[in-house]
Structures are given as C-alpha cells and as structure tokens.
C-alpha cells in the first residue's frame, strides 16, 4: 500500500468514518489508521468479524461504499 501506514486514502476513510459517526466512538475500528486498516480490511476480505464493528462487509458497504 503507498506510504504504508501514513496512507492518506486510509487517513481520509478514517476521518469520515469519525465525524460522520458511522460507528460507535468506542468501536476499536476508530483507535487509529493501523486498526481501522485492519478491522475493516478482515472484513471487507472475509466477510464478517464477530467482535468488531462494522462486523459484516454488508454493514461495512451499507456506511461507506466508496470504501
């Protein structure tokens, strides 16, 4: 991925996930750009994650689409 984990295209879908409150302020998803990355990357791949939200691709598509 371009510039790893300073990557603006996850920067920007982070900070629209936070102030457009997609997911809940406490979801582990918001921590930062490395797990946002990763939590809704697993979903996005493997369709569901059972203990972080969005917790399914379909939720994941339904509140960000361009992602």
Do not use: C, W
């Amino acid at each position: 991925m371009p510039n790893g984990h300073e990557n603006k295209g996850i920067k920007s879908f982070l900070g629209q996930a936070k102030s457009k409150e997609l997911f809940a302020k406490e979801a582990y998803a918001l921590k930062n750009q490395l797990e946002f990355f990763a939590v809704t990357a697993s979903i996005f791949l493997a369709g569901k994650d059972s203990g972080h939200e969005p917790y399914t691709r379909a939720t994941l598509k339904e509140r960000m689409p361009d992602y």
